[in-house]
């Protein structure tokens, strides 16, 4: 178990924020995970669990406690027939790597998630999904440490409360407490994805003229549209998507079609409008603000250019979700979760 102590959390997320963490753990065996706990309850210090951290944002003050890197690594088919096949990641795999796993093997229902940064173990917190898939669809269960029970447990898709960007683990009384040390997904095997696709996925298919619709055919169109339209947080400090797209209630649909507003229908029929759209047609698409500046090829991206607090940050999102709703009534929520202080 490897201990480091006063870690800057700028340099573990993505935005590039953050002041220091008193210890920094990683998790590299099943073994560590008990002893990191244990670690922080000696010190009467509170825990936070991180993976690549591009889903979150360190705050001026820092994290008084003990963040737990998911270092745990490993890809195993665990079974395969003809029509499926039943694969498992280590928590601590970039999901990247784990897609292009898949897809190079002709595994399909996670090919549109590709180049989607962070970890195995952070996809089903989050939810994540990208192009008309999330892990929800695919999902089977997660192996993860209790740190109320110290066991280890697994958890079954079905007692997750998977919504948008949303699961047991990170709302609500359990957030936090569990450590995800396994990820079990079900796919297709040699399958292909058919038309029509999420509409910025069939534009690309159609002007490139593909008609390919293997996953690793579908996995070089999605990585080619991100890296048109999404900073690469290797080079651009983001934590990508910043704002929740918004959901529409009844009222709202009628509210919004009373006022022209584009209306996207997911595959479930769940009707939505899309963040980036709202920040657009706001003004805002291209816009700096305070050292942050609003993507000109994706409004819904948040980029630090040169902010070098959290403040700045603070300033620059209270910005945008004020102009966004006096225009139009809805206030934008944040994706990524934040780090707070940690100090009683």
């Known amino acids: 178990m490897n201990i480091r102590e006063n870690v800057p959390i700028s340099k573990l997320t993505t935005m590039r924020l953050g002041g220091n963490a008193r210890y920094v753990v990683e998790i590299n065996e099943l073994s560590d995970i008990p002893e990191a706990y244990k670690f922080a309850a000696e010190r009467k210090l509170p825990t936070f669990i991180l993976g690549g951290g591009a889903n979150t944002i360190g705050r001026d003050e820092g994290f008084f406690g003990v963040i737990l890197l998911n270092k745990l690594k490993g890809i195993d088919v665990i079974s395969e027939t003809s029509d499926e096949v039943v694969v498992r990641a280590m928590g601590g795999e970039a999901w990247d790597d784990l897609v292009n796993f898949c897809s190079e093997r002709g595994y399909s229902g996670i090919e549109t998630m590709s180049k989607i940064p962070g970890t195995v173990g952070a996809a089903p917190v989050q939810n994540i999904g990208a ?24 958890i079954g898709k079905e007692d997750m409360n998977m919504s948008y960007r949303s699961t047991i683990f990170n709302t609500g009384k ?9 990820v079990t997904l079900i796919l297709e095997n040699d399958a292909s994805l058919e038309p029509p696709f999420y509409n910025s996925l069939q534009k ?40 929740k797209n918004i959901y529409l209630t009844k009222e709202q649909e009628v509210e919004a079609k009373n006022n022209n507003l584009k209306i996207w229908e997911k595959p479930d029929g769940k009707k939505m409008i899309n963040s980036g759209y709202l920040i657009e047609g706001a003004g805002l698409k291209g816009a700096e603000l305070y050292g942050m500046k609003v993507s000109d090829k994706a409004a819904l991206v948040l980029i630090n250019k040169s ?28 994706e990524p979760v934040e780090i707070q202080s940690g100090e009683k």
């Open 131 to 154: 192009y008309g898939q999330d892990i929800s669809q695919v999902l089977e269960s997660v192996e993860a440490f209790d740190r109320q029970t110290h066991e280890l447990v697994v």
């Open 174 to 182: 359990d957030a936090g407490r569990y450590f995800i040390v396994a």
């Open 204 to 243: 690309y298919l159609d002007e490139n003229h593909i008609t390919d619709y293997s996953p690793m055919s579908i996995r070089r169109a999605v990585a080619e549209i991100r890296a048109d339209k999404l900073p690469d947080p290797e080079k651009e400090a983001s934590s990508g998507s910043f704002f």
């Open 307 to 334: 902010a070098k607090s959290y403040s700045d940050l603070d300033r620059a999102r209270t910005e945008i979700q004020k102009k966004v709703q006096e225009k139009y009534g809805f206030l934008l929520e944040q």
